[in-house]
């Protein structure tokens, strides 16, 4: 039986079933590899090839530089009365947001949102109606 002699970890390759075992993770790859055994990995390549496609599409359309995000987290409990951590894994994936045009607004001495500017007169108020009824003309 093999062991690291600086941490004290049995290094072997197969279990007592005969089945291979996982190294202990040195780096994300290794920890991608070892959350779920593999599915985890396995379970993302779906849900990151639609969202290439989605970024893709949404440049193309725009004819426009367009950013995206993918976040990987992975929630880590310690319980020191069992010694062992349970790892939780999620994936994130945000395209880009349609933007429908800017809008002017001022903010009004009440806490409100107001498209005329606040101590300024109006030039100009609701458009009225012009009717087209006869109008007597005196002289």
Not at 31 to 46: C, I, Q, V
Not at 69 to 91: A, G, M, N, W
């Amino acid at each position: 039986m093999d062991h690291n002699a600086e941490t004290g970890e049995i290094i072997e390759e197969r279990a007592a079933d005969g089945g291979q075992r996982y190294p202990a993770a040195s780096t994300l790859t290794d920890l991608l590899m070892m959350l779920k055994d593999g599915a985890f990995n396995a379970d993302s390549s779906e849900p990151l090839r639609e969202f290439a496609q989605k970024l893709e599409a949404a440049g193309v359309d725009s004819d426009k530089k367009v950013k995206g995000s993918i976040t990987l987290k992975i929630d880590v409990e310690f319980d020191p009365d069992r010694e062992f951590s349970v790892l939780t894994p999620s994936l994130a994936f945000k395209l880009p947001t349609a933007k429908h045009g800017a809008t002017v607004a001022w903010f009004t001495s009440d806490g409100r949102l107001s498209p005329n500017k606040p101590r300024q007169g109006n030039l100009f108020g609701t458009i009225r109606e012009v009717t087209t009824e006869a109008r007597v003309v005196r002289g």
